[in-house]
Each structure stands twice: as structure tokens, then as C-alpha cells.
């Protein structure tokens, strides 16, 4: 069964860093493209990063240069390194497999002060 | 970027009753290869996105058949046969053709 568990979410101040990591079971992160979604409190979904199975990683404007988007193969998760915090990216963050095949339940990042 | 515009934003609807859904792109989603990567997804109240549909017209697996989907080129259509209760949500569309993936605005679906 196709599993996606995202941890690393909480209460940050603006301009901090945080970590989100997607631990993955039945089937392989390298072998998919994986990406990062993520929704504001009542808004829409807002699609954040993408990383295909050789290794090309693609940004949504909002987040470039800020955001990475990583994996650990050994480990078999997806991470969503997230530096230069602003209020703006508060929101629940999910990963979900190719192309949104399978979702996590998300994890709720508050960038507040 | 490629943008998604999905109309309508809101959708009242009778059960038993049919609903569509029209999702339009600003560029093309046919792909190199042929394909056209248009999906759409159901959001129920509390819980992570779920996709219905992918590429355009295939219906994921334990997607009931009164959901449908079709288009081509910029111009989408989901469509749900006759609405339960069950079908309360949001839908989106999304494009996964382009590198920098994008969402509709979302249409949120309720019971009349």
C-alpha cells in the first residue's frame, strides 16, 4: 500500500528555516516524480516544487530561491528545505507522488512572530 | 506560467442531478510526447486532495464512473453524472505539462 507521511511542520518566525520531510513506503521515492503542494488557511491548492526521478528540480516563483526540494534514496523521502520565512508561507504542506497519484495528510507550517 | 481558470467558482447542485465543471489553460497542455497532462482532483472538507482524473480522461482507480473527464489542447471539462452527497467538496484542475506545475482557482460543489 502507497503511504506518504510529512513531518516537520510548527511555529517559525519570519526570516527562519524549517525542514519538511515525506517519509514514503510502498513504492520508491527515486523511481517517481514527486512534488510539494501546499494551501493556505481556507485558500486554494498552490502548487510548490518538483523533483523527477533524474534529478531535475523545478520552483514555483513564490519559492525560488528560498525553498529546495530534495531526497534521500537510502531513506526513501522527499524533503522540502524551506529558508527566508515570511508570513505568506503559512500554510499545510503535502507531498504527493507523480502526478498527484497519492497524497500525505499534510503538515501545517505558521510562519508568525 | 501557465494559468488555470476554472469556471464555475461556485456550483449548487440537486442530487441526483448532473454537474460540469470547465477548466481553461492560457497555453497548450499537449506535451512533447504526445500526451496532455490535465488532472483533475476532489477535495472533501478536512481532508488532503485526491485525484479523480489524469491526463485528461482516465479515471483513477475506485473513481466511481459517474465522474468523467475530457478536452483537449486548452480547453477541459469535468464532468459528474449525478451528484451525490458524498461529492461535497472542492475541485481543481491542475496542468503537469508545463515545468512549473499549476492549480485552478478551485470550484467548490454543494448540495441545493
Known amino acids: 500500500e502507497v503511504q506518504l507521511v510529512e513531518s516537520g511542520g510548527g511555529l517559525i518566525q519570519p526570516g527562519g528555516s524549517l525542514r519538511l520531510s515525506c517519509a514514503a513506503s510502498?513504492?520508491?521515492?527515486?523511481?517517481?516524480?514527486m512534488s510539494w503542494v501546499r494551501q493556505a488557511p481556507g485558500k486554494g491548492l498552490e502548487w510548490v516544487s518538483v523533483?523527477?526521478?533524474?534529478?531535475?528540480?523545478y520552483y514555483a516563483d513564490s519559492v525560488k530561491g528560498r525553498f529546495t526540494i530534495s531526497r534521500d534514496n537510502s531513506k526513501n523521502t522527499l524533503y522540502l528545505q524551506m529558508n527566508s520565512l515570511r508570513a505568506e508561507d503559512t500554510a499545510v504542506y503535502y507531498c504527493?507522488?507523480?502526478?498527484?497519484?497519492?497524497w500525505g495528510q499534510g503538515t501545517l507550517v505558521t510562519v508568525s512572530s | 506560467d501557465v494559468v488555470m481558470t476554472q469556471s464555475p467558482l461556485s456550483l449548487p447542485v440537486t442530487l441526483g442531478q448532473p454537474a460540469s465543471i470547465s477548466c481553461r489553460s492560457s497555453?497548450?497542455?499537449?506535451?512533447?510526447?504526445?500526451?496532455?497532462?490535465l488532472n483533475w482532483f476532489q477535495q472533501r472538507p478536512g481532508q488532503s486532495p485526491r485525484r479523480l482524473i489524469y491526463?485528461?480522461?482516465n479515471r483513477d482507480s475506485g473513481v466511481p464512473d459517474r465522474f468523467s473527464g475530457s478536452g483537449s489542447g486548452t480547453d477541459f471539462t469535468l464532468k459528474i453524472s449525478r451528484v451525490e452527497a458524498e461529492d461535497v467538496g472542492v475541485y481543481y484542475c491542475?496542468?503537469?505539462?508545463?515545468?512549473?506545475?499549476?492549480f485552478g482557482q478551485g470550484t467548490k460543489l454543494e448540495i441545493k
Open positions: 523533483i523527477y526521478s533524474g534529478g531535475s528540480t
Open positions: 504527493a507522488r507523480a502526478g498527484g497519484g497519492s
Open positions: 510502498g513504492f520508491t521515492v527515486s523511481s517517481n516524480y
Open positions: 497555453q497548450s497542455l499537449v506535451y512533447s510526447d504526445g500526451n496532455t497532462y
Open positions: 491542475m496542468q503537469g505539462t508545463h515545468s512549473k506545475y499549476t
Open positions: 491526463k485528461v480522461s
